[in-house]
């Protein structure tokens, strides 16, 4: 027996050349990593070790820093940290560990060994342990996070639904503690057995305990109490009433025993701790998804990685980075469910691989020859849960695969309840199911959801679709969601978005063979505006037809004709342009809400006509439907009604030309709504709290405000920036271009109609796709660029023509003319000015015809001054008429450098003065800076010309 030195710290002893702890005269087990990383830190007691330095010590291979800290956590466990006060062990954030209790060093001990006997027979439990994974993908966390929970509560399950992983964080747990427990550490597979009366026998032979009597458990007990072991139990949910009963005997009996368990649902027992292990992770967004964006998300790389194992050998890409989140997605972030779709890539391609999730052949893809039976495919995956529910719980599962998504307790127990199930039984086994991780509880709203993962449900529809009672479960969903969902047409539709799953496969049952019309009618014309609001613009189309194809047969449900018909006008003129299908279907929708008594119906269809009006660019024609909306308002007599006719009458009177009482209506509508107010304000598929905010902006900027205009644009911006709907974003994209357009901050311009474009592309937005064209038009020509500028408006210009959108034809047209002008092309700008002006007099549209007046001077500046002169005052006059100050000041600046030329210096002078002087902001725009430039020039040439005059005299 060697006599040798140690180090001592409070009752502890380390004798560094045997490798022994003892605390007094008991030696302590600690696993050869955790005696490694204790000596380290003791040898130098008070100073700081690195991580690395540890690493190093105790491990020859590069580990997780996790590994570290699972090791530094048994050792506060082992020495008792924190008892009686007791402190060992001091964390230093980001850089090590520091020994903090005193140490001595003393010579010529001798250690006092205890029995050998663990150490000899424990030596080959480690071969008792399934391998490790070669990688484990994604689990690094929740490995760190189980090895804690376990050495600070002894007692840990690790529960969740089947192929998500718990065997494998299980058996890299076990590993990762082989060390802290001194390779005491037992792997038991329950999944062989199918007795309940088994589990006993089999976790006392994976011991090694001889149990000659039927009950082993005394003698489990007697093995374990004088042992620090660590025992998993794998797969414990077909027998998890032995297991519950086992584990809660260990825990209590025996307290140096650690305990993880792995089981599709909790034991439920006295010192149990559940460690929920959650899906994969996986990108919350697919759409514009990058390569590097989807391969932080643990889903992904799995996927990548099984794919590259079975063969697939191409890289990740943009292009195909949406492709596989949206894999990952559909498998819910279940590892085994992303390994089987991974395992096919390499034979079918990512497309057609996502193509076939859709199909029942994916529950029958078969995964690695060496996995449990029931983990060959999904259907096996699945039919072990199954198999292990009882009948009521089985019927529940099969009638909930009916919902698409999530549903509530309350859908649930109107769709399944029949003869064969009370409403009390769908309410338990729904609790049942959700314990046993088959169904997952999503709160929304602080309402509880449930939902069945994708492979479950793909299973329990098969089984239902095989049931004979398939049909009345599916008309009763059909007439819950019927019945479910708003009849108001102000009723915020977006909410409903997660329903949508469900709405559809409640539609596709009504309008089937099997189907019911009358439910369908009814669900069409209550859910039509939900697609509507969601920018589902084609399925929107074709959920209104099928709805108004059933009126025809199922006549007498008016209102829901009415609903049908104008959510198809809404859809036709944002996928189709303007039309006078449109109009008419809007006008007689109207006239058939003011028979029914539909108040706000009535008010909803006005504003669809006056945005429908001012799309086509009659604009005075929208300034009288307009004036009807406030009567009908203050009937409604809700500050949101209200709000929205007076910014309905803001708006048109802004494109009409009167900018003075534009601004009063939008302001009057402000007070009653704040600008900045979080709820969207639809009408009509419109957000008329943006609608009236670029109004304001731009009839800000014409009035001579155009920093407030600038302010206003981007607070439209940011507020649809907000939203889900695309066409109030490319609304407040388009028009706040304009505004910087005209303020001549064209890197602002630009950066919004690169965006309009994109985003009205993405959403099929033909209307907003042309716009976009002719405004990079506008843009080109405003920088000079008249080769690119020129084309692309008249071909803007002629699709446009073809949708009948003429808001911003005017605006374009002036571009068009302004960039022939450049290129010398005089004729054609003039022809083109003078059928914009003869189409807006037709049309009694005021706000254009300034502009163009002041580009035919310009045009005429070429071919006759005085003529051009008769322009620019003609615009001013038009200018001022319609209290557009910045249009004014355009004009001005063109007349006064035009009587400049004829040295009718003092003239200009006082012209520019009074305007500029009318201006409170905006010093810094350009066209302000001109009209300064030009006084102090003129000021000058006056200066010159006197003292000419004098010398000549």
């Keep these: 027996m060697a006599i040798e030195s140690a180090y001592c710290f409070g009752p502890y ?127 690094d966390a929740e490995l760190e996070k189980v090895s804690l929970l376990l050495l600070s509560r002894r007692f840990v399950s690790i ?76 797969n414990c949910e077909h027998v998890i009433e032995a297991v519950a009963g086992l584990s809660e005997r260990l825990y209590g009996e025996a307290g140096d025993v650690y305990i993880l368990t792995t089981s599709r649902e909790a034991l439920r027992v006295e010192g149990e701790h559940v460690h929920i292990l959650a899906p994969l992770e996986c990108p919350l967004v697919v759409e514009n998804l990058t390569a590097l964006e989807a391969l932080k998300c643990s889903s992904v790389q799995l996927f990548m990685d099984r794919a590259y194992a079975a063969g697939y050998r191409v890289e990740l890409t943009d292009d195909d980075a949406p492709l596989v989140a949206g894999i990952c997605r559909r498998l819910d972030g279940i590892a085994f469910a992303i390994e089987l779709a991974a395992s096919r890539v390499a034979a079918y391609g990512l497309q057609s691989a996502y193509d076939l999730l859709s199909n029942r052949f994916r529950l029958l893809w078969q995964g690695r020859r060496s996995a449990p039976p029931r983990q060959q495919t999904l259907a096996a995956m699945v039919d072990w849960s199954y198999n292990l529910l009882s009948g009521k719980e089985r019927l529940v599962l099969v009638r909930l695969s009916v919902f698409v998504g999530a549903f509530t307790l309350e859908a649930a127990e109107k769709v399944l309840v029949d003869d064969d199930v009370s409403s009390m039984e769908v309410a338990e086994a729904i609790t049942s199911l959700v314990d046993k991780s088959l169904i997952l509880i999503v709160i929304s709203d602080g309402i509880p959801h449930y939902r069945l993962l994708d492979v479950t449900l793909a299973y329990a529809a098969e089984k239902l679709g095989q049931a004979a009672d398939a049909s009345a479960v599916s008309q009763r969903h059909a007439e819950f969601f019927a019945s479910w969902l708003p009849r108001d047409i102000e009723a915020d539709f977006t909410a409903f978005g997660p329903q949508v799953g469900n709405i559809r496969a409640a539609l596709e049952w009504c309008f089937g063979e099997t189907g019911d019309k009358t439910i369908g009618l009814a669900l069409a014309a209550s859910s039509a505006p939900i697609f509507f609001a969601l920018s589902l613009f084609q399925e929107c189309s074709r959920i209104c037809e099928l709805g108004l194809s059933a009126f025809a047969t199922e006549t007498g449900n008016e209102r829901a004709h009415l609903a049908l018909q104008s959510t198809r006008a809404a859809c036709l003129m944002f996928t189709r342009g303007n ?167 064209f890197a602002e311009a630009e950066s919004l109609i690169q965006k309009l474009q994109t985003y009205a592309a993405r959403h099929f937005l033909a209307p907003y796709q042309a716009v976009g064209l002719a405004l ?86 070429h071919v006759d001054r005085w003529v051009a002169e008769k322009d620019y005052m003609l615009s001013i006059e038009h200018a001022r008429r319609q209290s557009a100050l910045s249009l004014e000041l355009q004009a001005t600046n063109e007349l006064a450098r035009l009587w400049s030329e004829r040295q009718n210096t003092l003239e200009a002078i006082n012209l520019l003065d009074a305007i500029v002087k009318r201006f409170t902001e905006g010093f810094d725009t350009p066209d302000l800076m001109i009209a300064e430039n030009l006084i102090s020039h003129l000021k000058s040439q006056s200066v010159s010309i006197g003292e000419a005059r004098n010398n000549a005299n």
Excluded at 41 to 55: N, S
Excluded at 781 to 786: K, L
Excluded at 825 to 837: C, G, K, N, Q, T
């Design 13 to 139: 002893r380390l004798f560094p050349a045997q490798r022994l702890l003892f605390k007094d005269k008991e030696k302590i087990e600690v696993g050869s990593r955790a005696f490694d990383v204790l000596l380290a830190l003791t040898e130098v007691a008070g100073e700081l070790v690195g991580q690395r330095e540890l690493l190093e010590r105790a491990w020859s291979n590069v580990v997780a820093e996790g590994s570290l800290r699972v090791t530094i956590a048994a050792l506060r466990k082992i020495l008792g940290e924190g008892k009686d006060g007791a402190r060992y062990i001091q964390n230093v954030t980001g850089r090590g560990y520091c020994f903090v209790a005193e140490v001595t060093r003393e010579e010529n001990m001798l250690p006092a060994f205890g029995s050998p006997g663990q150490s000899a027979r424990i030596q080959n439990t480690a071969r008792l342990l399934p391998s490790r994974l070669t990688r484990m993908v994604g689990r």
């Design 159 to 234: 529960v969740g639904t089947g192929g998500m992983g718990k065997t494998t964080v299980a058996v890299s747990t076990a590993h990762a503690m082989r060390d802290v427990f001194d390779d005491a550490v037992y792997f038991v597979d329950l999944s062989a057995i199918s007795d309940r009366s088994l589990v006993s026998s089999t976790v006392a032979a994976a011991l090694g305990v001889v149990a000659p009597t039927q009950d082993p458990i005394p003698n489990i007990l007697a093995f374990c109490r004088d042992r620090r072991i660590m025992l998993i139990l794998d």
């Design 579 to 745: 039309s006078d299908e449109i109009r008419q279907l809007l006008e007689v929708s109207f006239e058939q809400a003011v028979a029914l008594g539909e108040t706000s119906y009535q008010f909803h269809l006005l504003s669809g006509l006056s945005i429908a009006l001012t799309r086509s660019g009659e604009f005075s024609t929208a300034v009288e439907v307009a004036r009807k909306g406030l009567p009908i308002a203050q009937v409604i007599g809700s500050p949101k009604a209200i709000a929205v006719a007076e910014w309905m009458l803001g708006v048109a009177l802004h494109l009409s030309g009167d900018q003075a009482a534009a601004l009063a209506h939008c302001e009057a509508g402000f007070n009653e709504i704040s600008a900045r107010g979080p709820e969207r304000i639809v009408y009509f598929g419109y957000d008329h709290r943006l609608r009236a905010l670029v109004a304001l902006a731009r009839s800000q900027w014409l009035a001579g405000f155009p920093d407030r205009a600038a302010v206003t644009a981007r607070l439209a911006i940011d507020g649809a920036a907000d939203g889900v709907h695309p066409v109030n974003m490319c609304i407040s994209m388009i028009y706040s271009a304009t505004v910087f357009l005209w303020r001549s901050d």
């Design 776 to 861: 990079t038009g506008a843009l080109a020509v405003a920088r000079g660029d008249v080769e690119c500028g020129i084309p692309t408006l008249r071909t803007a210009l002629g699709t446009l023509g073809t949708q009948h959108y003429y808001t911003l034809t005017t605006l374009f047209q002036k571009a068009l003319a302004e960039g022939l002008m450049i290129s010398g092309d005089l004729r054609s700008a003039r022809d083109v000015v003078d059928e914009a002006i003869q189409r807006c007099e037709a049309l009694g549209e005021e706000l254009g015809i300034a502009e163009l007046l002041r580009v035919r001077g310009k045009i005429n500046c």
